[in-house]
Each structure stands twice: as C-alpha cells, then as structure tokens.
C-alpha cells in the first residue's frame, strides 16, 4: 500500500472516528446524535451566511496551521502560534491606528508589521534552540504568555487611554470587503482569504521547490548529516522559527485588520493557535492538506454554536470531538496497524 | 558415555516482519566449556541469545536446561534459571553509579528503602572473589570501557548466574585488554560456569573455545570441536564460499603529498585534548591506513580534517593550500571526500528519497539548482547515473534511503563522495556491519580510487582491514601518531602492541595477543 | 504599612499560589522521569479541578468541613484515570507525547464545561461553600516572628505539598521504585533487560501524575476560585511544566520552583496594596515568572537535562 493513500487515509479515518466517538458521548448523555450533528452541519453550511463565517473562521486557521506545519517539517515544534499571533494582532492595529496612508501602502505596511512581529516572536525560540539547545516547547509556551500580558497591557495603556479594547483601525488598512460580505449575507468575511491561500502556495513552493526548503527540511530530518553536508544547522533552525512566527504573525493580522478590525483585552488565549495544531497534524503537514483542514475546523468552530440553539447540546461536544481526532492522528501508529491487519485477513 | 548439556536450544525459529532470523537452530552447551557461537553480522546470532535470554520469543523449537524443557518468557526466568548475558552494547544506566546498576531489579531493602550500604558490600564481594575490580561507587559516565565491561560481567554474577553469554565482548577492548577478558573467562569456568561466546573473531575461537556453532543467514551450519578445525574452514563455513584474505591489488605509486598535518591539536567534546600534537602525510596515489583503538583520537582527527570540530592549533594542508577551521562546505569545495563513520548520523538523510541524498553536497550548484530553485529532472538524472555505476539495490531513485540496506546505502554515499572526483578521500569505518560482498566491492573501490591517483586515508578498528587495504599504517596512540608501518612486513601483534602504547623493540617478551 | 505586614502578605500569598503548583509539578517529575513527556499537566488539573468542585457541591451538606479533602481523593482517582489516556496515546499507541499531551488539554476542557453545562444548565458552577479556608495553624503561628510570617493565615494544604514533596523525593530516590523508575527514563532497554517491566513502570507514571495534578486543580479550585468553568485553570498547569524543568526534574527544585513562581504571581496579585510594588506596572511582575524560566533554561542547558528517554516510545526488539 503506497505511503501517500496511506497518509491521505489516516486523517479521514482520524475524522471519522472522532465524530463517531462524539456522537456515542451525545448517546450516553441522553442527547440526539443526529440532531446534534445535523445542527453542526447547518450551523456551518446551512446558509450563506454561515457558510461565510466557517470561510472566515478558516482563514486565520489556515495561517495558524501553515505556522506548525512548517515548523514540524522542518523538525520543530511550534506551540508559540498563540503568542505570535497575539503580537502580530497588535503589531498590525497599531499600524492600522497610528497611520493615515492611501490603501495600497497602508494595508501591506500593517501586514508588515504583522509578519515581523510574528517573526520576532519566533526568533526568540529559535535562537535559543539553535544556540544552547534550549528546547523550544517549553520557551514558546513561555512565550505564550508573556505575550498575552504584554499585548494587554499594550491595549489598556498604549493603544487605549485605560479602556478595554482600541479604537477601529482606519478604512486603509482594513481587509473588508464589501464583495465577500454581500455574497455572504454580511458575514465578516474578508480579503484574508485570499492571502491565506497565496500563503499556502507559498509555503509549498518554498518547501519544495527551493533549495532553502531542501536544507530546511534537511536539518529537520537530520541534523549532523545536514551539517556534514556543509549545511549551516543553526542559521536554518532560526530561519524556520522565523519563518512559522511569520505565518503566526499573520494569522493574527487576519484578526486585527479582517475579522475584527481592532484589539482588546484578552482574558485567555484565542485558541486559534492550539487548534493550528490540530489542523497542521489533521493535514498531514503539507499545504493542500492544512487549507483543507482549516475548512474543517472552521466548520466544526462556527456549526459548533448552532448546537445549543438548534439541538440543545453544548457546543463543548465539539471541542471533546476534535480532542479525539487529535489522539487518533496522533496515534496513526495503531491506525495503520489495524489497517495492515485488515489487509491481510482480507486477503 | 552421556553428555551432559547444561543449555539446550532445540530447533528455534524467530520471526520479525518480513524477516526469518533463526530458522531451526539448534545450539547445546556443554557443563564447563567455552562454546563460540559464530556468524557474520545479521546472521542471527543476538536474536538467538536474545531468546535465550527472554528478550524474545520465539516461533518453534524447544528450549532445556539441565535436561528440563523451560520457557523463558523475560529475562526474570532467564536469571532465575542461571542465565545471564553480557551485551554487545551495554545495557548500563549513565547517570547511575556503579553498584546501582548491578543491583537494579534485585535491591537489598530495609523498611521498604534501598539498603545501598549492604549493596555495596555484597558488589564488594562478589567484585573480589572473581577478580573483577570496579568502583562502586562511581558513575558509569565516569568510568572507563574495560570497566564498564566488567560492571556488565559483575550483573550477571550478582544474579547468581551459572551460563553467561558474552555477546562480541572484544569489540571496543584494546589487545591487551582483550587478554585480560580471556583470562576472566577461564577463571569463570573454574569456577564452574558455562560460557557461550557470540563473536565473528576467529583467532578468538581458536585461542579460547572448546567447541564452535556457526550460523550462516539465519540457519545453523555445524558445530565442531576447536581442536579439529581451523580459522580458514570456519571463515568458509561462515560465509560460504571460499574467502578471499587478501585484496588483490598492485604496487602503490605514490606521488605529492596532497595532505600534509602539522602539529595538530584538537580538543574532544568535554574540551579533554583529544588529537595532541599530531603529524601526518598522504600523498597521491596511495591509501594510509591508520590503525588505534576507538577513543585514541581517530573520530576527532576526521572531524577536525573535514570542519565538523574546531581545531586548536597546528595546521592541515590540502594540495598547499591551509584548510585547517574552515567550514565543512569550503572543504569539500577544495577537493575532500568523506565516507562518514555512522552512517545513519552523519552519510544520509534517512527520510530522504534516496536520489536526493546524492546531491545533498551539491544540490545549491548548478545543474541541480539555479537561483534558489531546485532542478529535479537533473538531480534524479545524477541519482540514476550513480545508483547504476555504483551497483545501488534499490526500487527506485525514489525509495527512501530508509529502505536501502546497510550494504546500499553505503555503496550510495560512496558513490556520491567519488563521484565529486575529490583529491583526497576519507573513509572512516567504511565496512562496518557489511556483508561480505559488500566488503569486496567496498575495498575494491578505494584501492581504485589510488589507482587514479587520489589519496586515501582509511581508518578502521579490524586490523585486517588494514592490513589488506592500506599501503602505509599509521597507528595512533593518544592522539598522536607513534608509528608508520609497512604491512606487508608487521603483524597483527606488532600492532596490537603498537596501539596499546608499548613498543615492541623493548619489550622483553611478546604476549600471544 | 510596614516591612513586616507586607512580607506577611507575600508569604502568605505565596504559599497559596504555590501549593497547586507544587503537587502538579511533582506530577509532571513521576512522568517524565519515567520518560512519558507531559504537556497534558495544564488538562489533568482542570479534571481535578471540575471533579473537586462538582464533588463538592454534591456532597458538602454529607461531608461538612470533611468535604474539600474529599474532594482531593476523588480528584486524585478521576485524575490518575484520565491521565491514563495519555498513557494509552502515548505508551501503547506510540504517539507524539507533546501531541497527546495538547489532546489531553482539549479534551480535558470540552468534557469538564460539557459536563458542567449538562449537569448544571449553565457554564460556571455555583461556588462552593466548604473550602480550604485561610487559618492559623495551631501551635506554630505563635513563634515569634516565624509564626507570624509563616504559620498565620495559611491553609494546610500549603504545607502539606511541602511534606509530600520531600516524600516524593524519598521515594523517587531511596526505594527500588525510584530507582527503577528513573532507570525506565534514562535507559529503558538496560531496564528490560533488568526484568523491568518499562511499559507498566510507564503506566504507573503517567497515572502518578494525573493523581498529582488532580490533587493540584483540586487544591486550586477550592482554595482559589471556589468554583468552576473554562476560565477556571489558565495557564497553571503550563507553570508547573515550567517548574518541574526549572527544577531539573527534581521533585525538591521542583518545589522550590514553584515556591518562586508563586511568589513572583503572588506579587502580582498583591503588588498593588504594598507601597514599594505599587508603583511597578504589573505587567512586569505578571510575566516574571516567564521570562525567569526562560533565562534559567538559557543559563542551565547543558546542566538541565531532561531524562536521557524522555519523549521516545519504548519498542522492544529495536536495536
């Protein structure tokens, strides 16, 4: 059996299971399965509206899951996207707020400062990694958090005179679109969706394309024959920490400048970033597979909240569903095994 | 007259996906004796001994000790039968000190917490009544491979062990130390014991074993008496064909130095000085061999020639031009090659297709890239040309190089290091773990390559090795090499004591190494 | 306000932040020591977090002041149980163990507020009433100037994460247990070949830590927020992680650790009613915990050594 059906298996298997696990919790609770489920799809897909809104739920996912994704191919683990993305959040409203500049620079400057917020943020990771062999994990974690004090405090005492959230960031850097909106019913999607899908592309090109990504995928494969082969390790492990804060940043971005057009206090992490996780593992790591993914998760995110309303099931079903999915992809060991059993008592 | 076997494995087959390891084996031991267990790499003696041991399980056959049939489901069994095993690779814990490895699993207690002082008593005891002196109280990291070795030796004798397997006990023990194991060994057997020894050494039989089981590729060959044979029928039974000692090959020509090592001076890992003031020439058209024991400075003196570790001081020379400290790239660039010690770590990128290792030196160069972006077509056609001229078994270029054999996957880097045509080549353990043929095809290449005049520099643990390869030997001794030899005029005792640091015109007297 | 009341208040303070910190991070020592990396800790305390509260809603008019410490021991049982899940994931199934332990956290988090939502109709459980309250403990808070720093206004389960710390610590490094544990950890196959059985040492760790950080949410909840919902455990569970590392998997650095990172929060906390903190923007003392951790692994490494096995799945027969 060839290794791409295999991995292009193991996700939907992952996603079946996950869902069949959930409506088996639904049972067990005295809920209705198929109502429950059925509210989810309506919730994501039953109208245009909705069908708007998934789209723009996916779009900063599909940044989030580009950000792990690359980072995993090129042998780090990124749990930093929350941190990043908050920086790249604030990074562009504070451009999107302090400048007043025809759109065509305006836009693209507060993506800018998106990107090398994200990228600063990363850098710090990667640098440690590369240099003293710190393990990132932890550090990004770490990081998590100081971003999301430091980005609060941006918000009450820098972007806002003691209030809890900024000012609108100006038309010019806004990623609204007044097409997407009126074919959507007036959901919040925007223009991000658009970028996000060049970003795939990108990162596609540059992972397999280039001879960058050929060392970056060398050095997260392999690190002493990458460098016996006269690759530099630690410059490559700090660009490809860079390069996912990059992604990080801009997933951020879409928030600030795309669905909410400004900042605010932050009790908690958004969450996107963790489920950048779920979504690069879902999609096996590779471009197609994250955009993919992102539309998945977007849909379970936004359906979620129909459940309540529609079938009485709290949405938190959802977020146990993508648990299990997460486990099964995870342990695509035993998935694979059961399948290889299979295979042969068929034969 | 009855034979009494104190272990008999009757009949054994081990299976692992998609591969039979022992396949009907059957192996006795006699009460008292030394019994060899031999075979090339990969023919199946570990997995035996690890059935034996209770590390698996296997398929059929039947196992008996003492005439009574057991099953021997984990190495707990195994211990309480009187079974015990010295690893190849020890098994020892870096962080713990000496006694607690010996007592792991079988602690002394009081009061439910680890009596360390009795247990240091009794490793005290033991360690004395067999002669096998250890620090108990030192760290593993701390100490060094002999008594390592001995810690392993002193786990078994802790559990009381009667049968101890020795699984290629000399592998990483000087000549001299390797005596002293042997005399270990009969001390054993006086003391009542059984010994099966795992080894593909010969001169080791012949020294020290009664009797001989050889396994060739799964499947047991015959068991013979020490006494009736000799190190060449056993080489054949081993391999199963006539083997060939020496490599054919013609007078060396030798010409220019093309590297010329000045007084260099290299730092280990810990910052210990590893290579101490070191000279060394190789000129074109000729292979130097160098021989040492692992841990004289031979991995630090590569790593410093190709720009992996930081030289201190002194100067290495490549075709006049200094190339001491700068970065692997530019070396390879000046015309070095390198067959790399490991080559999992360091030769390959395992989850590479194997046609994209080829150009993993090269692949920012034209015609496999240009400005940034990589040229397929040209890289698969690189692979392709190599992976025929080199005799590469793989499915495809496309195969992972995780899927190539040992043998395969060294013939590719191989193929890829000659292929940059570099002025001097490196080939550190070259053979290591190979099958027989892939040895022949291996030598035959870098005595090829001083055909052409390059220079090659070989360093290998099996003194065989480069005792047929190399045109000169150079054996280094603490960092520093202390003799050139012919070898067609030194033997492998001259050598052995050589790389021990002794020098053989002033010993008195010669041991039977 | 002088010198003394405001150390006053810092210890005491401190100690309070510190104690769930503590059991969780011994948690986290007993997992990765065996070799099974646990990034799941922040997850096994909301469990133990949500089963104290809800326990205790249930049952405070049966148990009475007996409730909270109840309430400990079932969190200990429900969490050791869940943290089997991560054993299962990571041990059995061979996982990635930073992976499952994000999986844990999600599924953690959606089962506890589904739960709560079911059982409850709303997200946030009603407070409760038997708590672990702030006391002065009899007989040690009247030595002098100790006592006051010290012994007053405390609650016993400070104290008691001390004592269990060193009891860990015994264990882990004086019994066969801890011995074999950590030789599971540093070098499994030496262990098998021992007759260890690494696989369930491993289980038996995993399920060590989800007692641990149940004990530690359980502890939080009703010490702290006395009641329960998604906001309930932010981030603890993370700076028990960062304490057991900053603690070089010990289980007395990871208390000390812990004891830092509670003072350094607790500072926080309280900076604003201490002249001399008042004037510090909080945001510095918020992310110090953080950025100490951060510069302790920078300045350790090389000394701060995980377990030589920790994140790699045992297979027996891999040479």
Known sequence: ?347 | MRVEYVIEMLNIRKEFPGIVANDNITLQLKKGEIHALLGENGAGKSTLMNVLFGLYQPEKGEIRVNGKPVKITNPNIANELGIGMVHQHFMLVEKFTVTENIILGKEPKTAGAINIKKAEKEVREISEKYNLSVDPHAKISDISVGMQQRVEILKTLYRGADIIIFDEPTAVLTPQEITELIQIMKALIREGKSIILITHKLKEIMEVCDRVTVIRKGKGIDTLNVKDTNPNELANLMVGREVVFKTEKSEARPKENILEINNLVVNDARGVQAVKGLDLDVRAGEIVGIAGVDGNGQTELIEAITGLRKSESGSIKLNGKEIINQKPRKITESGVGHIPEDRHKHGLVLDFPIGENMVLQTYYQKPFSKGGILNFKEIYKKAKQLIGEFDVRTPSEFTLARSLSGGNQQKAIIGREIDRDPDFLIAAQPTRGLDVGAIEFIHKRLIDQRDKGKAVLLISFELEEILNVSDRIAVIYEGKIVSIVDPRTTSEQELGLLMAGANPEKEGETNNV | MNFMTALEIIVSSSLLVAAPLIFTALGGVFSERAGVVNIGLEGLMIIGAFTSIVFNLTFAKTFGPATPWLGLLVAMIVGGIFALIHGLASITFRADQTVSGVAINFLALGLAVFLVKKWYGKGQTDMIVQNFRKIDIPGLSHIPIIGDLFFKNVTYASYLAIIISFVVWYVIYKTPFGLRLRSVGEHPMAADTMGINVIRMRYVAVFLSGVFGGVGGAVYAQTITLDFSHATITGQGFMALAAMIFGKWHPLGAMGAALFFGFAQSLSIVGDQIPFLKDIPSVYLLIAPYVLTILALAGFVGRAEAPKADGIPYIKGQR
């Open chain 1, 1 to 347: 059996m060839s290794n791409k059906y295999i991995n292009i298996l193991i996700p939907i298997i992952a996603v079946l299971l996950g869902l069949i696990a959930g409506a088996i919790i639904m049972l067990i609770s005295g809920y209705n399965p198929i109502a429950g489920y059925a509210a989810l799809w309506n919730g994501a897909f039953g109208q245009t509206f909705y069908i708007g809104e998934t789209l723009r739920q996916a779009t900063p996912y599909i940044f989030a899951g580009l950000a792990v994704a690359f980072a995993f191919r090129t042998g780090l683990f990124n749990i930093g996207v929350e941190g990043q993305l908050l920086v790249g959040w604030i990074a562009s409203v504070w451009v999107g707020l302090a400048f007043d500049l025809p759109k065509i620079i305006h836009l693209p400057l507060a993506i800018l400062a998106a990107m090398i917020a994200g990228a600063l943020w990363g850098f710090v990771p990667g640098f440690l990694k590369a240099r003293l062999r710190v393990h990132e994990v932890i550090v990004t974690i770490m990081m998590n958090y100081i971003a999301l004090h430091v980005t609060n405090y941006l918000v009450r005492n820098v972007l806002s005179k003691q209030k809890d959230s900024t000012a609108h960031i100006h038309n010019s850097a806004s990623l609204h679109s007044d097409f997407l909106q009126k074919i959507t019913d007036f959901s919040t999607l925007h223009n991000g969706l658009y970028l996000a899908i060049i970003a795939a592309i990108i990162m596609w090109f540059l992972l397999e394309k280039t001879t960058k990504g050929f060392e970056l995928r060398s050095v997260g494969f392999n690190q002493h024959a990458s460098h016996y082969a006269g690759m530099n390790v630690n410059r490559n492990i700090v660009q490809s920490m860079v390069i996912s804060g990059v992604f990080a940043g801009l997933a951020g971005a879409m928030e600030g400048l795309g669905t909410f057009g400004y900042a605010f206090l932050q009790p908690d992490f958004s969450g996107i970033g963790f489920d950048g996780i779920a979504v690069a593992l879902l999609g096996g790591n590779t471009s197609i597979g994250v955009v993919i993914a992102a539309l998945l998760f977007g849909a379970l995110r936004v359906g979620s909240l129909n459940m309540p309303i529609e079938a009485n099931v709290p949405n938190e079903l959802v977020e146990i569903v993508i648990a299990l999915i997460i486990f099964f992809v995870a342990s695509s060991y035993i998935i694979k095994w059961a399948i290889g059993r299979f295979k042969r008592e068929a034969k």
